[in-house]
């Protein structure tokens, strides 16, 4: 089979922030899995683990969401301020009902921000907080004069303000924050966000809280009576093949499951399509991100963890179902400014996994390292039919080309030409070549499944062809030559 990429007609600008990452307060993402505190044996900075924090900037991580999800509607930030033997504790009586010390509050996420490199997308609180609260953590964070909330920030031992990039207006407005219906939640919204004000130089992108998969009455509500007070609507979509009740293994699964799973992956095209219709209506010129602040797979928990912490082990199938998503996101990219995968150390989706001091990579984070040439590139457009179970994705920077190429087939392989409108060579081939459907990595064996160098890419006269192997992802980079 054969497609075609024009790469002198290129596409809208992939966003970076489509690689985007979230943090909840969620069993051991934040403690333990990115923050193990000063006197930890585990090596940190500032608290910070050193070994996630080098591994999320190696992907290059371009922001961080938090502090939840369902807990930042219960979250209350001047608890998470001051000495640390003085914050007060509270329950998180979402993710197990443990106790919160909150010894993770606002400065330690700046500080984390910082050491990534990253930018904040901090989540405010609609469900229990006040108007007045919200104002005032923004003012704390923002504020470079002289004001209540920049000298209390002061007396903590920050002088600057940090910069917030991203602040979102509540989350899951309908459900865990606050189950309150769309025409409420958008006056809701209208009233909130009009004291997310602008204190420093910096603008802040103003996020209100989106529709649950396809409920499309929420999207209308808010674009109709909201759009014009908003840079982006959120969206969030999980992926798991048998419903809410039978949410199944991470690990031990059917042939039949693994296509289900991949196709539920793909139904995130229509949730774009469908969601982008009606914000189309509203705002013909896309000025408004669809933000999918949460995305990604959600298993039953591993045997023998709290079943509220959301721990799950993480397979290819991880992988396809992040590469399946990522070409989506991409070519939705004109619409969907921002993703967020669920979520970046220990829960759901998962990066990242620890176990006290040791640390390995998911298939899923090679997958984000895979394709992470695609971050700021130009979308390019591809013809042409792909052979059953492929998917692609093509984007150029700076006179390199890369193409990223997705088998989910379990037993064929997919023989595929790519014909070029401009002459190449092909610089690199690497990938996650699959053996076992069910393959992943633990602390014994982190490198079960790994990036390996590609050789089945050649270059013939008008571009080049490849045979992908059956459960593969691979991405090809090339340089054009005019
Ligand atoms: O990511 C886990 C939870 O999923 C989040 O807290 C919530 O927003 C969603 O329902």
Redesign the pocket.
């Known amino acids: 089979m054969t497609i075609q990429l024009l790469t002198k007609k290129s596409g809208p600008t992939i966003s970076k922030y489509i690689y985007g990452h979230?943090a909840?307060h969620?069993g051991r993402c934040i403690y333990e899995g990115l923050y193990v505190g000063t006197e930890s044996e585990i090596a940190n900075v500032n608290g910070m683990r050193t070994d996630v924090v080098e591994a999320l900037k190696h992907i290059k991580i371009p922001v961080l969401r938090w502090p939840?999800?369902?807990?930042a509607d219960e979250y209350h930030w001047k608890d998470g301020i001051g000495p640390k033997e003085t914050r007060k504790m509270m329950v998180n009586t979402?993710w197990g009902g443990v106790t919160e010390n909150n010894h993770f509050g606002t400065h330690e996420f700046f500080e984390l921000v910082r050491q990534l490199e990253c930018e904040a997308y901090v989540n405010g609180n609609v469900g229990s907080g006040t108007v007045q609260e919200m104002q005032e953590w923004v003012e704390y964070i923002t504020m470079g004069g002289v004001s209540p909330m920049a000298e209390e920030r002061r007396k903590n031992g920050r002088e600057e303000p940090w910069k917030l990039a991203f602040f979102g207006v509540g989350?899951?407005n309908w459900?865990?924050g606050g189950n309150m219906r769309a025409e409420y939640y958008a006056d809701e919204y209208r009233r909130y966000q009009t004291y997310v004000r602008q204190y420093g130089e910096d603008k802040i992108y103003k996020i209100a809280g989106g529709a649950n998969v396809a409920d499309y009455h929420w999207t209308e509500t808010l674009m109709k009576n909201a759009h014009w007070m908003m840079d982006g609507l959120s969206l969030?979509y999980?992926v798991h093949p048998h419903g809410w009740e039978e949410k199944g293994s991470a690990t031990e699964f059917t042939a039949d499951d693994w296509y289900l799973t991949c196709e539920k992956a793909a139904y995130m095209d229509e949730l774009i399509r469908r969601h982008g219709t009606i914000m189309d209506k509203y705002d013909p010129e896309k000025r408004i991100g669809m933000i999918v602040d949460?995305w990604g797979t959600w298993f039953t928990a591993e045997p023998g963890t709290n079943p509220g912490f959301?721990y799950q082990q993480n397979t290819l199938r991880d992988a396809m179902v992040a590469a399946i998503t990522l070409n989506i996101f991409h070519k939705h990219a004109d619409r969907v400014h921002m993703a967020n995968i669920?979520?970046t150390v220990n829960?759901?989706q998962a990066m990242i996994l620890t176990e006290g001091a040791q640390m390995v990579k998911t298939p899923s984070y090679h997958v984000f390292d895979l394709y992470k040439n695609h971050q700021d590139a130009q979308l390019i457009d591809c013809f042409g039919e792909l052979p059953p179970h492929v998917t692609s994705t093509a984007s150029q920077k700076g006179g390199q080309l890369t193409v990223s190429l997705a088998n989910f087939d379990l037993k064929e392989s997919a023989s595929l030409n790519i014909v070029l409108d401009t002459a190449v060579t092909v610089k690199e081939a690497r990938g996650l070549i699959g053996t076992e459907m069910n393959a992943y990595n633990d602390f014994d064996h982190p490198e079960t499944v790994t990036i390996t160098d590609f050789d089945g890419v050649t270059e013939i006269e008008d571009g080049v062809k490849l045979s992908l192997p059956p459960m593969s992802i691979v991405t090809i980079t090339m340089a054009c030559h005019e």
């Open positions: 979230f909840e969620l939840g999800g369902c807990f979402h989350n899951e459900g865990c969030h999980y949460e959301l669920a979520q829960v759901l």
